[in-house]
T-cell receptor
Framework: GEDVEQSLFLSVREGDSSVINCTYT??????LYWYKQEPGAGLQLLTY?????DMKQDQRLTVLLNKKDKHLSLRIADTQTGDSAIYFC??????????FGTGTQLKVEL | EPEVTQTPSHQVTQMGQEVILRCVPI?????FYWYRQILGQKVEFLVS????????KSEIFDDQFSVERPDGSNFTLKIRSTKLEDSAMYFC???????????FGPGTRLTVL
């Protein structure tokens, strides 16, 4: 079945860039997503990329997709304390369901 | 901005009791989903629903679970006889069509004692 893996924890200093990585196994993925979850809250869609693209930029967010290696990354420029949260990557393969990664807890230190 | 809503925000129940979790998807959306997140774990797909029937379900979604769209606005998840391991955050989601963004509700935290 599909599997999506992420590193569990990332710590950065305020103002630095954060890079959160994700690997997936389903080569039929059509869309890949990044969701943000703050403590006790729901899932907020940050951005997504279609599988025939290799890069998408949206303000401070840059998504890179290496389809050959099945590797997805999210770069947050100028990371702020308000970016502290858990970040989930998710892939949409066949059937429209989302398969989520384990989540990466981003901690932004002053 | 339209949003998915869920009620209640927190439900506490005794093991063996039935619970119904409620969701109001975005009004023009056609596809509906339930996911769950056990504390500290990843978000897991439970079921998708389209055209008044289940289109896909995971192995978690056994006979104890059912979904229903009783009217034009609500989408419910029923757990017939809750177990301790059903304790989790349950998220509802909807989208307008396949390959469209899924919008998530804020979740219902279910605690089974």
């Amino acid at each position: 079945g599909e599997d999506v893996e992420q590193s569990l924890f990332l710590s950065v200093r305020e103002g630095d860039s954060s890079v959160i990585n994700c690997t997936y196994t389903d080569s039929s993925s059509t869309y890949l997503y990044w969701y943000k979850q703050e403590p006790g809250a729901g899932l907020q869609l940050l951005t997504y990329i279609f599988s025939n693209m290799d890069m998408k930029q949206d303000q401070r967010l840059t998504v890179l997709l290496n389809k050959k290696d099945k590797h997805l990354s999210l770069r947050i420029a100028d990371t702020q304390t308000g970016d502290s949260a858990i970040y989930f990557c998710a892939e949409a393969g066949g059937g429209n369901k989302l398969t989520f990664g384990t989540g990466t807890q981003l901690k932004v230190e002053l | 901005e339209p949003e998915v809503t869920q009620t209640p925000s927190h439900q506490v129940t005794q093991m063996g009791q039935e619970v119904i979790l409620r969701c109001v998807p975005i009004s023009n959306h056609l596809y509906f989903y339930w996911y769950r997140q056990i504390l500290g774990q990843k978000v897991e797909f439970l079921v998708s629903f389209y055209n008044n029937e289940i289109s896909e379900k995971s192995e978690i979604f056994d006979d104890q679970f059912s979904v229903e769209r009783p009217d034009g606005s609500n989408f419910t998840l029923k757990i017939r006889s809750t177990k301790l391991e059903d304790s989790a955050m349950y998220f509802c989601a909807s989208n307008a069509g396949e390959d469209n963004e899924q919008f998530f509700g804020p979740g219902t935290r279910l605690t089974v004692l």
